[in-house]
């Protein structure tokens, strides 16, 4: 099957039920969506998909085939990380790290839908859980991050 992931076209020999995340890590090494719960509960796994935030863990890979697929490895770059990246540096969210690439795709699946949300939306979007409770930072983080963007956005006229 053909995947657009990242905005490449992939080709994949899994079965169609192979969940997409061993698609990605197994098969085409994109190994920054990491394996959680297995049963979405814990967003480990966030990818987008069309720009919507999904659980990578459970989505049959054939069922996102013709759709676009996006992963932590395109959200930014070491030279030009993405606002989210950044303010979660700034904020120091990380610790352990193991849940932050789902974190951080959770996040900007928010902000591409709302570029301002309240502390009630943040909490109500980000239902990923963090095993060492970064949670207030994540919301700071989140704050940091919509307001570059939106500074970005008020100075090249457009969206960022």
């Keep these: 099957m053909q995947l657009n992931i990242n905005g490449e076209s992939r080709t994949s020999h899994a079965d169609a039920s ?17 394996f959680g719960c297995g049963v979405a509960a814990c967003g480990a796994c966030t990818v987008h998909v069309d720009g919507q935030a999904v659980r990578s863990c459970v989505m049959p890979a ?5 759709q676009q697929i996006t992963t932590i490895e395109s959200l930014g770059s070491l030279e030009k990380p993405h606002p989210l990246q950044a303010a979660w540096i700034a904020e120091q969210v990380p610790q352990c790290g193991y849940c932050q690439s789902g974190m951080l795709m959770a996040a900007a699946a928010l902000l591409n839908n709302n570029p301002h949300p309240s502390d009630a939306e943040i909490d109500a979007a980000m239902t990923n859980l963090c095993r060492c409770g970064t949670y207030q930072r994540v919301r700071a983080a989140i704050h940091l991050a919509a307001s570059v963007m939106g500074h970005a956005a008020k100075k090249t006229g457009g969206a960022a």
């Design 18 to 34: 192979t969940p997409l995340l061993w698609v990605l890590r197994d098969e085409l090494n994109l190994t920054g969506t990491k």
């Design 62 to 66: 054939a069922a996102v085939a013709h």
